[in-house]
């Protein structure tokens, strides 16, 4: 497994080869006795500042641009921010425990990555528990698949014409639902109103929660891929929140699995830092982060990190039975 997630962001190739652009003709410029090779070290020096320059694991461009979308969300554009792309098509099912036992088997889900000739963008299993002011708490399971259509373009063309994305979708979730209940597991499909939302639409974002409409605050984390993920999970479950929403999403990239984990809390005040260790705040994309852990978003989660099957295998999520019918 990779190490913890740090607190220094890791500049990407792009932005590596603007500072490179600032910095290369201020090295050139040497030994800066005009006033133009001057100017050329100080474009290249505060190029490299508000580049590589970051404030709480974030880049300072990156809190900048974040600051606006926030801005341009509270005059009312209330859309996902996140770019999916390419076409793509989710469905999900709802799982209860029965005879199967109440821990989900990750390594059948996982196998849906690649199955009946379509390969899923993502596979997701969603956890939601709450605990209401009567002190009964309450749990739901869901499994997604993500189908993108660039990526099975050719067995969509062989099954019709028209390139039937969602009902091939359908018919993989329908067919993952026959699977588990084969081995003892109660599953479902679902439609987008059979899920609860995380937030409603005219929540106010704020840098490191959402407030809805009650006034609580809604808080999304990105989970760390690390050699302590099974015990971050458990601690998640056990956490003392109203509400708290987690997943763990597979994907294959050039042939690897890679495995992301995201979470949201619910509580009745601001939360002033991250509430346990392993978990990063999404600063200043709570409403993006919160979107994209609805279990039919159709958005990657983020923070993908390559982990083996077995470790995917080794990680313990447990499922609630049923409710008893009234």
Do not use: F
Request: proline share 4%; aromatic share 4%; with cysteine.
């Amino acid at each position: 497994m990779s190490s913890q997630l740090t607190a220094v962001p890791r500049p990407g190739p792009a932005r590596i080869a603007l500072v490179l652009l600032a910095v290369v003709p201020a090295v050139m410029a040497n030994p800066w006795e005009t006033a133009a090779q001057r100017w050329a070290l100080a474009v290249g020096v505060l190029a490299t500042i508000l580049l590589l320059g970051w404030w709480q694991g974030l880049h300072l461009t990156t809190i900048a641009r974040r600051r606006l979308a926030m801005l341009r969300s509270g005059r009312g554009a209330h859309s996902d921010r996140r770019a999916v792309a390419g076409v793509k098509a989710t469905a999900a099912l709802r799982i209860t425990s029965s005879a199967a036992g109440d821990t989900l088997p990750l390594t059948l889900i996982a196998g849906y990555l690649n199955r009946y000739g379509l390969r899923a963008d993502a596979v997701r299993v969603t956890s939601r528990d709450s605990r209401p002011d009567a002190g009964v708490g309450a749990s739901d399971t869901w499994i997604s698949l993500t189908y993108s259509a660039a990526a099975n373009l050719a067995a969509l063309q062989a099954r019709s014409a028209a390139i039937p994305l969602q009902s091939t979708v359908d018919v993989a979730a329908r067919r993952l639902a026959d699977h588990l209940r084969e081995i003892g597991w109660d599953a479902v499909i679902v439609a987008k109103d059979d899920v609860p939302v995380l937030v409603d639409a005219n929540a106010r974002e704020a840098w490191r929660s959402l407030i809805d409409g009650s006034g609580d605050h809604v808080a999304a984390y990105q989970v760390g891929i690390d050699a302590a993920l099974a015990d971050t999970l458990s601690r998640i479950r056990a956490a003392h929140a109203d509400e708290t929403w987690t997943a763990l999403e597979l994907t294959e990239d050039g042939g690897q699995q890679t495995v992301a984990v995201a979470c949201a809390v619910r509580t009745g005040s601001a939360p002033e830092g991250v509430p346990l260790a392993g978990l990063v705040s999404q600063q200043g994309n709570q409403r993006n982060a919160l979107l994209a852990l609805h279990p039919l978003s159709g958005s990657r989660l983020d923070g993908h990190t390559a982990l083996s099957g077995e470790d995917v295998a080794g990680l313990r999520w447990p499922v609630a039975a049923a409710a008893p019918a009234h």
